[in-house]
T-cell receptor
Framework: DGGITQSPKYLFRKEGQNVTLSCEQN?????MYWYRQDPGQGLRLIYY???????QKGDIAEGYSVSREKKESFPLTVTSAQKNPTAFYLC??????????????FGEGSRLTVL | AQKVTQAQTEISVVEKEDVTLDCVYE???????LFWYKQPPSGELVFLIR??????QNEISGRYSWNFQKSTSSFNFTITASQVVDSAVYFC????????????????FGKGTHLIIQP
């Protein structure tokens, strides 16, 4: 079945460590996105990519990094510079890039807890 | 800048009651898209509906209906005869077609409404 796969589903990390969240899609979508969800805050955009080897900062990019070496993959690294990394992270994709008129397809999310 | 407001943080109703989730948006664009997503406890957001700014017709899909009113910048969502399976967090979202606000790509989400349907 086509869809978006995020891993790991749950992740614990110590302060000062970098951690990478995986996001893979087999929908052949051009655009991919990373959102962060905090209780009572809704979803906030971290980074997005409209095409391979290109990505743009979203509203809360500080302390995060991404890469887009392959169309189907858009991993997110939460660095030690991110002051409050404990959150639920959602990856999404859409058929075409640009100001989205199309729906976003979401993965099941990765819950990161910093100990 | 675009903004989506869902003033209801949490709503609790008894099964079979009707419930309306409010969504108010702000945008400078004349062409934009509005969405509703459902997030069940599993975490994955599920697409419910997309509406473009030129189509103000209300839409009904089974027990779900949406009321889009440009005059009040609202896009409200009603569940008729609610069921326990409707319990979830519901998000309203906005996308500007022309990016006149200079913001990032993707959708702008409201903070969500947690809907609890009691048996």
């Amino acid at each position: 079945d086509g869809g978006i796969t995020q891993s790991p589903k749950y992740l614990f990390r110590k302060e000062g460590q970098n951690v990478t969240l995986s996001c893979e899609q087999n929908l052949n979508h051009d655009a991919m996105y990373w959102y962060r969800q905090d209780p009572g805050q809704g979803l906030r955009l971290i980074y997005y990519s409209q095409i391979v080897n290109d990505f743009q900062k979203g509203d809360i990019a500080e302390g995060y990094s991404v890469s887009r070496e392959k169309k189907e993959s858009f991993p997110l690294t939460v660095t030690s510079a991110q002051k409050n990394p404990t959150a639920f992270y959602l990856c999404a994709s859409s058929i075409e890039a640009g100001r989205s008129s199309g729906e976003l397809f979401f993965g099941e999310g990765s819950r990161l807890t910093v100990l | 800048a675009q903004k989506v407001t869902q003033a209801q943080t949490e709503i609790s109703v008894v099964e079979k009651e009707d419930v309306t989730l409010d969504c108010v948006y702000e945008t400078r664009d004349t062409t934009y898209y509005l969405f509703w997503y459902k997030q069940p406890p599993s975490g994955e957001l599920v697409f419910l509906i997309r509406r473009n700014s030129f189509d103000e017709q209300n839409e009904i899909s089974g027990r779900y209906s949406w009321n889009f009113q440009k005059s009040t910048s609202s896009f409200n969502f009603t569940i008729t005869a609610s069921q326990v399976v409707d319990s979830a967090v519901y998000f309203c979202a906005l996308s500007e077609a022309l990016n006149s606000g200079g913001g990032a790509d993707g959708l702008t989400f409201g903070k969500g409404t947690h809907l609890i349907i009691q048996p």
